[in-house]
């Protein structure tokens, strides 16, 4: 079936580092998403990529779709201690179809 | 719009026991999902619905699983019969139609322990 592989599967970083994580398929998608989960709490959705090529920044956040339609990447950066948690990439195609998720660990 | 919301938040039961779950997406919000997740794992997916329909079941939806939407607003599911291995966060999701957007919002989960 449809997956994406997501990477890396963790992160130590020191506060004030910038961070890169990226998400690959082998299918095409039209729509890309990157969400971030808190511990016990429901992903939420941070930056949402709709065209081939596109970068799209959310305060420290930038995220851009491949021009293949086939991957995408999430750049934070200064890193800050709240940005601890499990960052997702999903792709929608009919049901949201997610990544295995990047753990980041923030030290301050 | 307070986004969507789940109830209960936290929910405790014996095995063999039924429980059932609510989800009230938000409103205008046609596309209802409902996922399950465990410790260190991204969101499995289990059904999804456009207004009342049923559109899609996992595999990983046993005979003890069952989810309705009978208005096309909120959607429940129930689990008889739990087993320990039914221990998982469910979350459920909805987005708008298709020619408003494709970004789906999760409400914060309900966290089922089978003991």
């Known amino acids: 079936g449809q997956q994406l592989n997501q990477s890396p599967q963790s992160m130590f970083i020191q506060e004030g580092e910038d961070v890169s994580m990226n998400c690959t398929s082998s299918s095409i998608f039209n729509t890309w998403l990157w969400y971030k989960q808190d511990p016990g709490e429901g992903p939420v959705l941070l930056i949402a990529?709709?065209?081939?090529?596109e970068l799209t920044s959310n305060g420290r956040l930038t995220a851009q779709f491949g021009i293949t339609r086939k991957d995408s990447f999430l750049n934070i950066s200064a890193s800050i201690p709240s940005d601890v948690g499990i960052y997702f990439c999903?792709?929608?195609?009919?049901?949201?179809?997610f990544g295995q998720g990047t753990e980041l660990s923030v030290k301050p | 719009d307070t986004g969507v919301s789940q109830d209960p938040r936290h929910k405790i039961t014996k095995r063999g026991q039924n429980v059932t779950f609510r989800c009230d997406p938000i409103s205008e919000h046609n596309r209802l999902y409902w996922y399950r997740q465990t410790l260190g794992q991204g969101p499995e997916f289990l059904t999804y619905?456009?207004?009342?329909?049923?559109?899609?079941k996992s595999r990983l939806l046993s005979d003890r699983f069952s989810a309705e939407r009978p208005k096309g607003s909120f959607s429940t599911l129930e689990i008889q019969r739990t087993e320990q291995g039914d221990s998982a966060m469910y979350l459920c999701?909805?987005?708008?139609?298709?020619?408003?957007?494709?970004?789906?919002?999760f409400g914060q989960g309900t966290r089922l322990t089978v003991v």
């Open positions: 619905f456009q207004n009342e329909a049923q559109l899609e």
């Open positions: 990529l709709y065209k081939a090529g």
């Open positions: 999903a792709c929608p195609g009919g049901k949201l179809i």
């Open positions: 999701a909805s987005s708008p139609p298709r020619d408003r957007g494709t970004e789906a919002f």
